[in-house]
């Protein structure tokens, strides 16, 4: 089925730091693709989304590229702040069965520090 | 005001307890799901449902039951809780609209500990 598999936390960056968090997917055809953001005590959002290969979803200083090839859909931002510590998800749709689900990774812990 | 809203924050129950937790929307999508959020374990689905008569299995639906009292009310009901079922637990709604692009949208999150 359809899958998805994002590199394990925490990952701890100091300020204006580079990050990348990796997602790669298992899917059939070419889905969709999204990074939603879970701040401390609060619900997913939506942080940015790809619809086809080769789009580039980009948001609040954060990009990924919808790579068909390696099937993966990186998170990255050039310089990090405080401010963006949080949980981050990689999810796809699983359409099965008639029912629009989302599938999401296990959530990639983001902290960064003064 | 939030759009979606979830009730109540956080509960404390007891083994064999019923539980209910509710979650109202003001985005008029027809499309709501509950799932549960466990540390390492991501978000899992419980259920979801494309109208007020159309309920659907998730993935781990064993223990829970809900209802759709309303396109804008979908309610989780625990009818005897257990430990395991402590948990973070998420309801969401979407609209596929014209692009079927599937975003969800999150309510805050209810916190539920069984002792």
């Known amino acids: 089925g359809d899958s998805v598999t994002q590199m394990e936390g925490p990952v701890t960056l100091s300020e204006e730091a580079f990050l990348t968090i990796n997602c790669t997917y298992t899917a059939t055809g070419y889905p969709s693709l999204f990074w939603y953001v879970q701040y401390p005590g609060e619900g997913l959002q939506l942080l940015l989304k790809a619809t086809k290969a080769d789009d580039k979803g980009s948001n609040k200083g954060f990009e990924a590229t919808y790579r068909k090839e390696t099937t993966s859909f990186h998170l990255e931002k050039g310089s990090v702040q405080v401010s963006d510590s949080a949980v981050y998800f990689c999810?796809?749709?699983?359409?099965?069965?008639?029912?629009?689900?989302?599938?999401f990774g296990t959530g990639t812990q983001l902290k960064v520090e003064l | 005001d939030a759009d979606v809203t979830q009730t109540p924050r956080n509960r404390i129950t007891k083994t064999g307890k019923r539980i209910m937790l509710e979650c109202s929307q003001t985005?008029?999508?027809?499309?709501m799901y509950w799932y549960r959020q466990d540390p390492g374990l991501g978000l899992r689905l419980i259920y979801y449902?494309?109208?007020?008569?159309?309920?659907n299995k998730g993935e781990i639906s064993d223990g829970y039951s809900v209802s759709r009292q309303a396109q804008a009310k979908f309610s989780l009901s625990l009818e005897s809780a257990i430990p395991n079922q402590t948990a973070l637990y998420f309801c969401?709604?979407?609209?596929?609209?014209?692009?079927?692009?599937?975003?969800?949208?999150f309510g805050p999150g209810t916190r539920l500990t069984v002792l």
């Open positions: 985005k008029g999508h027809d499309r």
């Open positions: 999810a796809l749709p699983a359409i099965t069965g008639g029912g629009n689900k989302l599938t």
């Open positions: 969401a709604t979407s609209d596929p609209g014209t692009s079927g692009s599937y975003t969800q949208y």
């Open positions: 449902s494309f109208d007020v008569k159309d309920i």
